[in-house]
């Protein structure tokens, strides 16, 4: 992604606000690289969480609820016609 194709994707997402997702607080943009600074996400990220847990913890009704969530927060975002290239990498 080009430098200006993400500071345009940041401004979007500081004007975002919801209590599933981490909020976006600033962008340092003076010089590369461009460095985000973001609420801090305890436990660590939910890609990182699915990945590392290899099912220990995570049942199907654990799965279940992080899928209606994720639904959730796309529809939200859906409704605000705010769509970036991709949601998630």
């Known amino acids: 992604m080009q430098p200006a194709e993400f500071l345009k994707e940041a401004a979007i997402m500081k004007q975002l606000h919801h209590p599933k997702v981490i909020a976006l607080y600033a962008v340092c943009s003076k010089e590369e690289p461009i460095l985000i600074i973001t609420e801090l ?41 705010v769509c970036g290239q991709k949601l998630a990498t």
């Not at 099912?55 to 529809?75: M, Y």
């Open 41 to 81: 996400m305890n436990g660590g990220s939910l890609l990182n969480y699915l990945q590392n847990d290899k099912g220990r913890t995570i049942n199907c009704n654990k799965l279940i609820d992080i899928a209606a969530q994720v639904v959730q927060f796309v529809r939200s975002i859906l409704s605000l016609c």
